[in-house]
């Protein structure tokens, strides 16, 4: 029997991970801040989460983790090519984000896309309560307001974008983007992570469809539907608990003298992704190593680069890319048993992340474009000791907010290095005072005040 719940999330991912025991199948908590975030909402409201769980072929019958309900809905290796790797991160994500890299355009990939979403739709459906509130996430579900609403007119629907909404100009390009736009027109409340996209979705609408809006408020069919910036963050008062462990700073310590106990740790903490900038800024740290303004072994790197997307060709290229640039460095700036760049194609956990983070004197963080970029504030609130420095591209989300970080244009080489060197050579005071504005910053604005912000303004009472 279908369990119906007064609250639903519906994402591509279920917050869960497939594990195999000595038992058989089992399911683990995925830990994430979206999860961490609507777990009180979720908890009170007996709320279900509709996702895919990552495995391709029938999807497992729904089962309650945790205190929430999971429904899994299936997906076939056919629709994972098309759906997930093709419309959404070759042809959605690339072109949302600036089109650093050339979005592809295919028929059959938009079909799929279509195909799914009305699937989660369908889903969705069957799940919600009488007058239930579902709350959307992401790219991958786009179409999913419109198509849940046509299905059920009674739910109060709300839909989160988290990478950016791009300029009309580049909008215009996807073949797909009247029933996009008509996808997300089905939400009450259209959330974005800055205001400048939100106003890109309103002018959008007007451009498109001829539609009329006041402020914010877009008129769709007598409808208003609202679009607005609720900028995402992450647990700070995890983050800072963790950065506090007597452990974590004993392996923060422990990869400093790995490291050789250099004067300068630089780190880098990224998804391998084209979005992110790690070639801006493997060459930022070459030049200055050419130019004598950096030397080694005073001066390391390391660079995490988890593995991401690793069956779409922009992704496969990037990779190359990365690797051959760190062989470049180390092969003119290394000594033997002393690398320059430490690249880590590797995924770690929630303590290791924040060890290397405390271990660093200075964090890059320098997408060509992000919608938020939740390392940055990782990093700022696990530096409780008010060390370190956050060199910062204007073209991350949280450069908005962040205002205290070194911040750089990463398409400037010059002005990158500039910024590097300015973040290791800062004073210690100087470096303190930015450090706490920021952090006073992120403990008024974490990511449970995130969620309880989008869904007041959606209309739900908040979680007691
Ligand atoms: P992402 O593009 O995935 O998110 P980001 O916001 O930086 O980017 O989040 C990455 C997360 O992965 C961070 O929490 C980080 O700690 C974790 N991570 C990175 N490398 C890791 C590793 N090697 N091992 C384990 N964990 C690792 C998208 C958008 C962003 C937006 C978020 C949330 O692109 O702009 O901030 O969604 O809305």
């Keep these: 029997m279908t369990v119906r719940s007064s609250f639903v999330v519906v994402a591509n991912r279920l917050p869960v991970d497939e594990i195999t025991t000595s038992e058989g199948r089992q399911w683990r908590p995925s830990p994430g801040g979206l999860v961490t975030a609507l777990h009180p909402v979720l908890a009170q409201y007996r709320g ?30 056919d629709e994972l090519e098309r759906y997930y790797e093709g419309q959404s991160n070759a042809t959605i994500w690339p072109l949302y984000h600036d089109a650093v890299e050339t979005p592809v355009f295919k028929r059959r990939w938009r079909e799929a896309y279509r195909t799914v979403n009305a699937r989660f739709a369908e889903a969705a459906a069957e799940v919600a309560a009488e007058g239930a509130t579902v709350w959307v996430q992401d790219y991958q579900l786009q179409l999913v307001p419109a198509m849940l609403r046509e299905l059920r007119p009674d739910l109060r629907i709300g839909f989160f974008l988290h990478i950016p909404f791009p300029p009309i100009e580049l909008f215009m390009q996807m073949p797909l983007r009247a029933e996009v736009l008509r996808g997300l027109l089905g939400a009450d409340l259209v959330g974005f992570q800055q205001r400048l996209a939100a106003q890109n979705f309103v002018r959008l609408a007007r451009h498109l469809l001829g539609l009329r809006y006041e402020g914010q408020t877009i008129i769709v069919d007598g409808r208003r539907v609202k679009a607005g910036a609720f900028p995402i963050s992450i647990d700070v008062a995890e983050m800072e608990r963790m950065a506090a462990d007597p452990q974590v700073q004993a392996r923060a310590k422990q990869i400093r003298a790995e490291l050789g106990d250099p004067k300068t740790v630089v780190l880098g903490v990224d998804r391998l992704d084209y979005t992110k900038g790690i070639e801006r800024r493997l060459k930022a740290f070459r030049e200055l190593l050419a130019d004598g303004k950096l030397s080694v072994p005073d001066a390391v790197m390391v660079q995490v680069a988890t593995p991401s997307r690793e069956r779409v060709e922009h992704y496969q290229a990037l ?41 660093a004197d200075v964090m890059m963080v320098t997408p060509l474009r992000d919608g938020m970029n939740l390392v940055a504030k990782e990093y700022v609130a696990s530096r409780a000791d008010t060390g370190g420095a956050l060199v910062l591209s204007e073209f991350a989300g949280a450069a908005t907010e962040l205002r205290q970080a070194f911040l750089c244009n990463p398409h400037d080489p010059d002005g990158v290095k500039d910024a590097l060197l300015r973040a290791v050579h800062v004073d210690k005071v100087e470096a303190r005072r930015r ?30």
């Design 319 to 359: 990779r190359v890319k990365v690797e051959r640039e760190v062989g470049r460095i180390n092969g003119e700036f290394g000594r033997v048993g002393v690398p320059a760049v430490h690249y880590l194609h590797q995924s770690y956990s929630r303590s290791e992340l924040a060890a290397l983070y405390c271990a």
């Design 48 to 77: 279900t989460w509709v996702g895919w769980s990552g495995g391709v072929g029938e999807a497992p019958e729904p089962f309650d983790l945790e205190g929430i309900r999971l429904h899994p809905v299936p997906l076939s290796a």
């Design 435 to 464: 450090m706490r504005i920021m952090q006073r910053h992120l403990r008024a604005h974490d990511v449970g005040q995130w969620a309880r912000s989008f869904l007041n303004e959606l209309g739900v009472p908040e979680a007691t």
